[in-house]
């Protein structure tokens, strides 16, 4: 257990008479803890993507803490400057040394989170081709890549033409608390019992505030006993409160008849022996088609169909169905929620995903993944088999671990908010994406659960919707292959 900050008040002051000792009270021996801070404002509401060369840059501060996260802390990006966080004046060095970037970087084209003025996509599905996207299907060189090599191939730096070298010098500063055990409390809050933590019931996430060295732990209780409680546990300055509506998070979010004549498309419902929910995007990997969906949605080694005809088994699961994120392979990241689902022989699926109304039939082809992860201010899409696809969301949260109403926790999500129509049950596994200006679709994860917009499902601006997925970089590092493009 962590050790507390209560403090021992120094026996002094004891007045001495000729024959007694006055001794201080038990009550007074002891400090009481001050509760932890409360806020009520969402601090990243406002915020605003990076320029694409610092999210690059601002990679390899992520990278140099990860190699040694006792010493440093969580980096973070303020006004337009990286900074480099560290708790020992030891690596304080290695920390502020130039990041060099090539020069003349192009601006990728990852799109926007709003399709409507790009070009439209075919109306059904019967349009396309019966082997769309089909032919290039046998795996590619990177589905055979060790984690050694993933690993490598995800720290190294973007191509680009000669020249001199674009350099960003980060900014380093001496904080308290390292990135292990900011995560550690990020970690164990959203898991923890009531009977180890007072009042932890109420708990819907938690996310680390780079910038004040903190987790914030969003909760409806921000009473002073359990804000007591978090300081005793963890330290008055490594925690705050951030007091959100008294509401469950739903973990189960119609392209309803998809089939496969030209193969299985992403965003059509999908049945297993947990519910219904949607897929996300197809995948390639040793020879097999596969698809991608939400773990919570699944079971492993559990079918799939759709509500015409077997779609396959599940090979690879990130989740419990009992507790939530779980280590796999051996690997010591939580990749969020996520399923692979490798199709039945003779199956087939496309590299498209369905697109408009929950009932359309209209599509678009996936040109591939996102230039790079989230980050705070991303625009997005999301394909759901109940709601259909929604536009206008906006990331504000990054790295966060939620707690489900059903008492499972997600770990390593993204999060989004919105206000107008909010997912709904069913959209669970569905596609999260951009369109770039050649209408195709460029993944950037899978919905995992959300919130908000109250009993309608519609948010405003004081209940907007709140919508979590899991980050698709995720998927190609913890899965074997990638996803299918045409």
Known sequence: MPPTLLRRAALAGCLLTATLVAVPSPAAQAEPVPPVPVITEDPYAQATPPDYKLSYAFKEAERRAAAKPDAYAPPYISSGVIVAPVTTTEVQAEAGEPIALPPQMTPPEDGTGDPAEVVPPPEEKESVPPQAGIAAQSPPAEAGLSAADKNARESAAPTAGPGDTWTVQPKVKLVKYSLNRLTAIKDEVVAISPAELPGVEKVTAALVQAEHNRVIVESANASEDFRVALATRYGVDAVVVR????????????????????????????????????????????????????????????????????????????????????????????????????????????????????????????????????????????????????????????????????????????????????????????????????????????????????????????????????????????????????
């Not at 280590?327 to 990749?335: A, L, N, V």
């Not at 088999?385 to 949260?397: I, Q, R």
């Open 243 to 486: 007091q959100v509506p008294d509401e469950g998070l739903d973990g189960s979010q119609a392209r309803w008849n998809d089939g496969s004549v030209g193969g299985f498309y992403g965003g059509a419902r999908i049945d297993t022996s947990v519910g219904y929910c949607t897929n996300a995007f197809s995948w390639r990997y040793g020879g097999y088609q596969a698809m991608i969906t939400a773990g919570h949605c699944t079971s492993l080694n559990g079918s799939v169909s759709t509500l015409v005809e077997y779609q396959g088994t599940v090979v690879k699961d990130t989740w419990n169905n009992r507790t939530g994120t779980v280590y796999i392979d051996g690997q010591s990241t939580y990749r969020g929620d996520l399923s692979l689902i490798r199709l039945a022989g003779g199956k087939t699926s496309a590299p498209r995903i369905y697109v408009g109304s929950s009932t359309s039939g209209s599509s678009r082809a996936v040109a591939g993944m996102w230039s790079r992860r989230p980050d705070y201010g991303d625009q997005y899409c999301t394909g759901g088999s109940t709601a259909g696809e929604l536009c206008g969301w906006k990331v504000n949260a990054l790295r966060i671990n939620v707690r489900y109403s059903d008492g499972t926790y997600a770990r390593n999500m993204t999060r989004g908010y919105k206000q107008g129509q909010c997912t709904r049950g069913g959209d669970s596994g569905g596609p999260i994406y951009t369109v770039n200006s050649a209408g195709k679709v460029v993944a950037k994860g899978v919905h995992s659960g959300g919130g908000g917009g109250g009993s309608d499902g519609w948010g405003g601006a004081f209940d907007p919707c709140r919508e979590y997925f899991t980050d698709i970089y995720e998927a190609y590092y913890g899965f074997p292959g990638v996803i299918a493009t045409g």
